[in-house]
């Protein structure tokens, strides 16, 4: 080390990753000036590469982790009933999953990364890295530069997922649940559980063997959602479809039929008892089902292109154009929630100075929770025009990076 002045400190990082001075940084004479100025590049580039490694490989093993909870909690969600009590072709799960993982890169990237400098810049802070890096003259933002850069890159990546892929994926994961549904049909049918995806209808089944069913109970819908007529069956049968028919066929044993007024389908006075059938055959469409999953296509399953041309073609109600224009908002805003995270992660782990992994991980899920919870509140009154969803979907990046950049600057003064 005898190119290195001796008044000048080499933290421990640095040690670790360049333990000697390399042969061209020798055979530059020690009391050059020039020679110092490189001595000096060479370190502070050693430096960056070390935080940028250390950082990029924690973010990347927490965005794995978070990703596979939030994949197998939706996985498990909406399928379990059929991993547990169907034979579901392994190919339709996969996909299935395939397409949800775009969708929780939006969470787990800004959560991910936001774990990652609370651990590493926590533990440089613990150990006194900092403090000798400070001790030779390199600021604050000097050695946060390197986490800053990462995260526009984050920026950037979580703004092409949020306009472009992860619209896309949504829209084909709906597919795939159908395609899933209408693969094995039988599968939709479970016990004791009310099966609403047909259009028009709302079936009830209080116990399920293999295809025989008992305790049906059938209505069918009028446009509102009102019932109109009443099918119940004690028993009944799913009957295998013919190949290409997109239809499920029902035989009902003992049933009774029952009409409702079409005008005032809630008085049930005016309810009109029909016919009982020993024995009778409904097929219901999957045609209907395929039409209602096309046509139903929501702002979360549009790209931003499409969003902005909705915006500005057909005429639409008020709560359609609040829907249209947080969603839009929501793509910009949810993507500088790794900047936000960056920005008071920084000085929340050097001033902890806490190199526990728990302390942390516990630092990151409070900062997430409050962000993520004010993002999914303000979503749930998108449709609501009053309250000005388009500006709300702001607010958590506005407090977040304010509160960071008066942390960041109070420190950086210290």
Not at 371 to 393: A, G, Q, W
Request: a positive charge; hydrophobic letters at 45%.
């Amino acid at each position: 080390m005898d190119c290195f002045p001796s008044s000048f400190y080499i933290p421990h990082c640095a040690i670790r990753i360049f333990p000697r001075p390399s042969v061209c940084i020798r055979q530059i004479p020690c009391n050059s000036v020039q020679a110092r100025q490189n001595r000096t590049l060479h370190f502070m580039r050693i430096l960056d590469r070390y935080i940028l490694r250390q950082v990029l490989t924690t973010a990347l093993f927490a965005v794995g982790v978070l990703s596979l909870v939030l994949v197998l909690g939706n996985v498990f969600k909406q399928l379990l009933d059929l991993l547990v009590n169907h034979d579901v072709p392994i190919e339709y799960i996969l996909s299935f999953i395939a397409y949800i993982i775009p969708f929780s890169l939006t969470f787990t990237i800004p959560w991910g990364f936001l774990t990652a400098v609370l651990l590493i810049y926590g533990r440089l802070s613990a150990e006194n890295e900092l403090v000798a890096l400070r001790s030779n003259g390199v600021s604050i933002p000097r050695i946060t530069m390197p986490v800053f850069g990462l995260a526009f890159v984050c920026v950037a990546i979580c703004f092409w997922i949020n306009v472009d892929v992860a619209p896309k994926a949504n829209e084909q994961m709906k597919a795939a649940l159908y395609n899933i549904a209408t693969s094995n049909p039988i599968a939709m049918f479970t016990s004791d559980q009310v099966i609403d995806q047909f259009p028009g209808k709302l079936i009830y089944v209080e116990k399920k063997h293999g295809t025989q069913l008992e305790n049906i109970l059938m209505y069918e819908l009028n446009d509102r959602g009102e019932p109109l007529s009443e099918v119940h069956a004690r028993t009944g049968e799913l009957l295998p479809e013919l190949k290409g028919a997109q239809q499920i066929v029902l035989r009902l044993n003992d049933a009774q039929y029952e009409q409702r007024d079409s005008q005032h389908p809630n008085d049930l006075s005016k309810i009109r008892q029909g016919i009982w059938a020993s024995q009778n055959t409904m097929a219901i469409s999957l045609q209907e089902l395929y039409e209602k999953n096309k046509k139903k296509r929501g702002p979360s399953q549009m790209t931003l292109t499409e969003l902005l041309k909705s915006q500005l073609g057909a005429k639409m109600d008020a709560q359609q154009a609040s829907a249209l224009k947080t969603e839009t908002n929501k793509r910009f805003s949810f993507s500088l929630a790794s900047f936000a995270f960056c920005l008071i992660a920084v000085p929340l782990a050097i001033t902890a100075h806490r190199k526990e992994t728990s302390i942390g991980f516990l630092f990151s899920l409070i900062v997430a929770f409050v962000y993520f919870f004010f993002i999914i509140m303000v979503d749930t009154v998108r449709s609501n025009p009053k309250f000005h969803p388009e500006f709300l979907i702001w607010l958590p990046n506005v407090i977040f990076i304010s509160l960071g950049a008066v942390l960041y600057y109070r420190m950086s003064k210290r």
